[in-house]
């Protein structure tokens, strides 16, 4: 009987688990031969702070553990708002990139990641929308 409900409650948390997984807004851009990959910590970014992963592949699809990531993040002049520009701090724990993202205001903000590895720097632009 006790076996039965750890069973259930096994399975209950697995689907719970599955669900938030891909409730998590996911994206990604190609940047020259590199393919970088965004994965936010919300289904929809928000106003304050936003957690994102960031994952760079070759043309192979190997990650790409060494290169020099930069992630810009802005917001164009709009009435009674000047535009407003902000590099966020990038740490990495293994093969992924974390940066924090503080949006301001909600609307769309533009994302610009520069990629540097093997003496090039590519960027890919994503654009999202803040609520
Ligand atoms: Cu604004």
Redesign the pocket.
Known sequence: MRKRVFVVLAVVFLLTAGVVYAKELKMAKKAGEYTVQMKFDKASPVVGDNSVQIEVTDSMGRLVTDAKVKLDYS????PG?PA?NYTADISQTGEVYNAVLNL????SWNIDVKVKHDKKTVSAKFTIDAK
Request: proline share 10%; charged share 0%; net charge neutral.
């Open positions: 917001m164009p002049a709009m708002m407003m301001s205001m909600a609307g």
